[in-house]
């Protein structure tokens, strides 16, 4: 099959270099060279070479012989053509080059690199194959019709929607598969009042705060979010509005009579804390999946293409901010679902039917029970709403639809008054924030809300685009094509284009001159409204598709859920100090470029930062507004140019553009230190580069890493170093992996031990930099623990993993 020797020679070549890669991490794992006979283990790297060799030619001789049928070409050229875009294997041999020098491990980075590069050259190959050759690549006729989305029922496929977004939801919330994040900001003070509606049968917090009642699903103090109501400082009530913590009472109340029944978990408090913060993050999954499906539905009424509804749904639901807000304690996810809810059933569908008048109604209503703040888009639905019904005032039973949508919200609005009556003695939402008796804070409040500043309102709108910290394009960048749905959905129905703009508008800008968010993923005050634009993308994804589109389509798709991937793996690079400026520094900046950036390269001043003024750049944010405008221009004009049918096999470009990326990746992981957080131990006569936040920092001679993040450290010595000895120490068993350079150990830390152990690494490779020496070292550990929840009389609520004490020996 193959007659060139510069082909054979390339895949003998590549397949070494796969094998060696594969040998390196699999098998040598196991055997040591020096403990083992080198006639052995020559003998097993041949028949691994050789089973790696064979099979991969198998494949590509099956898939050649295939496409050689379709089209005619010679078999030779199709798999000259697919050995071509296997060389980004060859990438692997550098693997070798740890064996002489070692500053940062860059071996779990090659695999996927060199895949990448070749799924992208090949991807190249058969789509100027497809172009030339479209029945090289024909899918079954029957398979099309199977999976089509436009064929499927709509019933059917509204309940694939819903079952596979509340499977993912939980699956999420779990923590089975990728860390969940611990109840954080606001979230416990929400429980805290279901807690006490199951225990007390009330929402007076007082005794709850008093007790520490908290302590069943939140490690640690809390600090109070209520105020006394009129009855005195013996009734305290939550800031937090009541709605999403009734939400939450049927599903916590059966956490909690699931725990009580077994003994192994109310006996320990991790697991006990686990289930009931679970059970009661259930309904805000079930919330939230309903909220992708209603969105689901929108996009299918709107642009009438059940295939389009699918592709914007997954994008939606599955990336930032939707994904990382469906099982948080947050009011967003249901305010997002009652004015999607409300806006499809009364304000699209003009001729309204009564269920849908009431519906439409009541989740007006309920929107303020969440919050003060949703008074604000209660007044816009309600004003959409009010538009809608006037411009069929002519229509049958006007009156009686009318009145069926006034009255669920007449209703909540009178109890709503009543229940701060109640509670406070006055009518004032703002009692909830200010206590019983407002008096002059009342007006101060409300001054607060009003005053306007244009230039900081700009800018924080702005930044809930593209602000380093909270912008939503920078952790979905597909939603830049937002703008151009926009673009065409306005000039098709401009009355319904400017509707949506209003209702994104004014609570977008609301919460601009208000707040950002708090401790949370980026998009919390605008997520109520967000849906719009998503609906905006999935519009500019119903237009028709030419090449340019489809790139632009797929690279912004493939780069957000790039950004899912990351923060799955790292929740923390989505939170961020809500009070950065008084903290300055590294603070001032996301942990998103804290984690890219190193003492070579410095992203920060790559991405615009709106949020904290001391850092902005003027050319930053003028460049991204630039780029932002040109992908929306290039992605709105049509470029329907005639192609050429004739096939070109050279791909000499693309393999520049693959090996000149790969290299920098490479370079990038390798050099990937940072200098900027150190620690000197004098006595030991080193110096410690903390190179991640998965840390506390220097203390007792040592340093404890956070719960089970893998912390980074690079040891910097003034002379080569002989051996490296570590202590491991906890107050809890478990077992800790620890690597220095390429070398790697897991020890078992067990109570037989004292849960600690000393390890040596000998001989140890450094690299030299900058008159020294550095060494690459990680620990992780398999368990953390919350002193405070050992022993109630200790302090400390930090959540720590291990502790590690370092020893250089020369």
């Known amino acids: 099959m193959l007659k060139s020797k510069s082909s054979i020679f390339l895949l003998g070549l590549e397949m070494l270099a796969l094998a060696a890669y594969l040998w390196h991490e699999t098998v040598s794992v196991y055997w040591d060279w020096r403990q083992s006979r080198l006639s052995l283990l020559i003998l097993l790297l041949i028949i691994f070479l050789i089973c790696v060799s064979l099979g991969l030619y198998k494949i590509l001789q099956h898939m050649s012989k295939v496409l050689s049928k379709r089209t005619g070409i010679a078999v030779a050229r199709i798999v000259r053509a697919f050995i071509l875009s296997l060389s980004p294997l060859l990438f692997l041999f550098l693997i070798f080059v740890q064996h002489f020098v070692f500053l940062k491990d860059m071996r779990p980075f090659l695999l996927p690199v060199s895949l990448g ?123 937090h509005f009541i709605a999403l913590s009734a939400l939450m009472v049927p599903t916590y109340a059966l956490g909690e009579k699931l725990v009580a029944k077994n003994s192994n978990w109310s006996g320990n408090p991790e697991t006990k804390r686990r289930i009931l913060v679970f059970f009661a993050r259930f309904p805000v999954c079930l919330i939230t999946a309903l909220f992708s499906l209603i969105f689901f539905l929108l996009v299918v009424d709107i642009t009438q293409r059940k295939d389009v509804a699918v592709l914007a749904w997954a994008v939606f639901s599955f990336t930032s901010p939707v994904l990382f807000f469906s099982h948080l304690l947050y009011p967003a996810v249901s305010v997002a679902l009652l004015t999607i809810l409300a806006f499809r059933l009364f304000v699209l569908n003009k001729e309204t039917r009564s269920l849908s008048a009431v519906l439409s109604g009541a989740a007006i209503g309920l929107l303020p029970w969440f919050g003060v703040k949703f008074i604000v888009l209660a007044a816009v639905l309600f004003g959409a709403s009010a538009l809608t019904l006037l411009s069929s005032r002519k229509a049958q039973y006007f009156w009686k639809k009318a009145l069926l949508f006034l009255l669920p919200i007449a209703v909540s609005a009178g109890l709503y008054l009543l229940y701060f009556w109640t509670l406070y003695g006055n009518f004032s939402p703002v009692s909830a924030y200010t206590g019983v008796t407002p008096g002059a804070e009342l007006p101060a409040y ?17 930044g809930f685009f593209i602000d380093q910290k909270y912008g939503l394009l920078i952790y979905a960048p597909i939603y830049i094509l937002g703008f151009a749905g926009l673009y065409f959905y306005a000039r098709k129905k401009r009355r319904e284009a400017s509707l949506l703009m209003v209702m994104l508008a004014v609570p977008w800008i609301f919460s601009a001159n208000y707040y950002w968010g708090g401790y949370c993923p980026p998009g919390r005050p605008v997520f109520p409204v967000f849906w719009i634009w998503g609906l905006f993308l999935a519009l500019a994804l119903a237009a028709k598709q030419n090449p340019g589109r489809k790139i632009l389509a797929t690279t912004g798709i493939v780069l957000s859920f790039a950004m899912v991937w990351a923060a799955l793996r790292n929740p923390w690079i989505l939170y961020h100090e809500q009070y950065a400026s008084e903290l300055g520094g590294e603070f001032l900046y996301s942990k998103l470029t804290r984690a890219l950036s190193n003492s070579f390269v410095k992203f920060h001043d790559l991405l615009p930062s709106l ?60 050099f990937d230190i940072h200098r900027n957080n150190k620690a000197v131990f004098e006595e030991q006569n080193y110096t410690l580069y903390f190179q991640d936040d998965n840390h506390f920092g220097k203390e007792a001679e040592g340093f404890w890493t956070k719960g089970k993040r893998r912390a980074s450290v690079i040891l910097e010595s003034p002379h080569p170093l002989a051996a490296i000895r570590i202590k491991l120490a906890s107050s809890v068993g478990g077992f800790t992996s620890v690597q220095v350079g390429p070398s790697k150990k897991k020890i078992n830390r067990a109570k037989s031990t004292g849960l600690s152990n000393d390890i040596t690494f000998s001989p140890v490779k450094g690299f030299p930099l900058r008159q020294g020496y550095c060494y690459f070292i990680t620990i992780e550990d398999s368990s953390g623990f919350v002193p405070f929840q050992l022993d109630r009389n200790i302090k400390d609520n930090r959540n720590l993993g291990v502790f590690v004490q370092l020893k250089a020996v020369n």
């Open 117 to 239: 590069g070749s799924a992208y050259l090949a991807v190249i190959f058969l789509s100027r194959l497809k172009k030339t050759y479209p029945q090289a690549i024909a899918t079954p006729p029957e398979t099309i019709q199977r999976w089509n989305p436009n064929r499927l029922e709509p019933k059917r496929l509204a309940w694939f929607v819903f079952v596979i977004s509340v499977s993912v939801y939980i699956l999420y919330s779990s923590g089975l598969i990728v860390p969940s994040q611990p109840l954080t900001g606001d979230e416990p003070h929400y429980l805290l009042t279901t807690h006490s509606i199951i225990k007390d049968g009330d929402i007076n917090v007082y005794n709850n705060y008093r007790d520490k009642d908290y302590l069943d699903f939140y490690p640690g103090e809390l600090s109070i979010h209520a105020f006394a109501g009129k009855k005195g400082d013996g009734h305290l009530y939550s800031k």
């Open 446 to 462: 409300a001054k607060k809300l009003l005053l306007f500043s244009f230039f900081e309102t700009l800018s924080r709108s702005l």
């Open 611 to 670: 949020k904290e003024l001391e850092v902005f750049n003027w050319l930053t944010l003028v460049i991204w507004i630039i780029a932002i405008c040109g992908i929306v221009v290039l992605y709105i004009q049509k470029n329907e140019i005639e192609k050429s049918r004739r096939l070109s096999l050279k791909m000499g470009g693309h393999l520049c553009f693959v090996f000149g990326v790969s290299l920098l990746l490479v370079a990038y992981v390798f």
